[in-house]
């Protein structure tokens, strides 16, 4: 029953930034940890950023020092700022949360970076 909506996604130019959202609603207790993928064409979906329910995060080599991502807990929504954006973060990004053992995902919300 618990659904994620995401939105922020769009078409920017090379060094430009873009802000993507992703709010949690439903069934929802407790939180555990909130995360950011992101899928190429023929890739496998692969961890831009993620934070735990205790504040740890943990950033893609490729991302560091350019994304960002943060929570608003008692919103249940987590973000993503992303600066510095490169043709190369061209892809469809997917907001994932985990209570206990269960894992949910977002819809997905497409990032274009032209250059």
């Known amino acids: 029953q618990v659904q994620l909506v995401e939105s922020g996604g769009g078409l920017v130019q090379a060094g430009g930034s873009l802000r993507l959202s992703c709010a949690a609603s439903?069934?929802?207790?407790?939180?555990?940890?909130m995360g950011w993928y992101r899928q190429a064409p023929g890739k496998q979906r692969e961890l831009v950023a993620d934070?735990?329910?205790?504040?740890?995060?943990n950033y893609a080599d490729s991302v560091k020092g350019r994304f960002t991502i943060s929570r608003a807990n008692a919103e249940n929504t987590v973000y993503l700022q992303m600066n510095s954006l490169k043709p190369e973060d061209t892809d469809v990004y997917y907001c994932?949360?985990?209570?206990?053992?269960?894992?949910?995902w977002g819809q997905g919300t497409q990032v274009t970076v032209s250059s």
């Open positions: 439903g069934s929802i207790f407790s939180i555990n940890a």
């Open positions: 994932r949360i985990r209570i206990g053992s269960r894992l949910y």
């Open positions: 934070i735990t329910s205790g504040g740890s995060t």
